[in-house]
């Protein structure tokens, strides 16, 4: 058993033998499966009884010894089907969910199978699934107008079928371009943001805001842009270096990995004017109405939509200003842009070295950010010049 948990993958797949004709089967992709050749016609076929670790060695020997008891041969005819769906999604899942970092994905991604896969396919020998079966689960899944949830069913299960074929199950499969078969995503709108000549406007318009802790937590969404979600939570001991750096912690943001925003002079002149409203709480932007909450979702966007700015501008459209204006005119590079927006890297290896770096220069981009918005707005109060 050492020898089997310890077979790694390589360049080509190969064998390990038993007795008697059983052997384990190890992919190039590093999957492994209890296997046996018969002679059934004048060929030579293979059987496979499973997959390791969800078949023990002990076990196929068991289920390898009754194929040949059964055929009264050195090695009969199958007997024995493949796995069904649920058991190589389970083997799937094992190695796929530790993979998101997410535990809320996690559960999602398991919960799809269990509630729209493994009712109709998990007792089905994943070998004897046709094509047509797939194709009337995942429109049976797009009913009611669930196109997004159909997308994913389709595309989970294809990842079942890959991986029944990475490990040798599978020479190939019916779930390749399931998707093709559903309805095409909804492409979602994006959040209304106004162009960057009307941002000294807009601040003067904040500017003239009634309520006090609004209006603060507008300016300071606009020189920090981060999400709402974010901002809300804000707590005084979430601040560092004598209020310099705002450590964002990681379960308030959306890739679940701690954020460090850093304050131009002008986000830490308004965090000491609202110390003096809301310094008695752990609260940074405390509701008025509701003492010990932090301010609900919806309060930036209404308060916007009294502004005026109703279908021009909303609470998350200050990143896509940021991001237009930083891209087009900072002269800063997109990955210390990226950083500070915390924006996914694509490449791991990236990521994770990026993560401590560009701090120097993401604190020259805030201050810079600050300034940009500040010359706006005094463009914007200069009378024109008379005729």
Known sequence: MK????????????????????????????????RANYSAAGKQKTRTYGMWPGMSLADARKAHHAARADAGTAVGPV????????????????????????????????????????????????????????????????????????HRVAGRIAAVFDHAQDTGLLELHPAAGLVRVLEARKTKKPMASIPPADAGQLMRAIDDYDEPVTRMGLQFLALTFVRVKELRGMRWDELREDGAIWLVPGERMKLRLPHVVPLAPQAR?????????????????????????????????????????????????????????????????HDVIERQLSHKETDAVRAAYNRAEYLDGRRKLMSWWADWLGGQYNAAGQKPASE
């Open 3 to 34: 020898e089997v948990a310890a077979a790694t993958q390589r360049a080509a797949g190969y064998k390990l033998s038993d007795a008697a004709g059983l052997y384990l089967f190890v992919t190039a992709a590093g999957g492994k499966s209890w």
């Open 79 to 150: 007997v024995k089907k493949s796995p069904t769906f649920e058991v190589v999604a389970r083997d799937w899942l094992k190695l796929k969910l530790p993979t998101l970092s997410n535990g809320k994905h996690q559960i999602q991604v398991e919960n799809t199978l269990e509630r729209y896969a493994f009712p109709v396919l998990g007792t089905r020998p994943i070998d004897l699934i046709k094509r047509s079966e797939l194709v009337a689960v995942v429109r049976a899944a797009q009913s009611g107008g669930k196109i997004e949830t159909a």
């Open 269 to 333: 002149a308004l965090l000491d004017d609202l110390r003096k409203l809301t310094g008695h709480s752990p609260l940074v932007f405390e509701s008025g109405v509701r003492p010990g909450h932090p301010l609900s979702e919806n309060t930036f966007l209404f308060a916007l939509y009294r502004l005026g700015y109703r279908g021009r501008m909303t609470a998350h459209g200050f990143r896509a200003l940021f991001s237009t204006v930083a891209n087009e005119q900072s002269g800063f590079s």
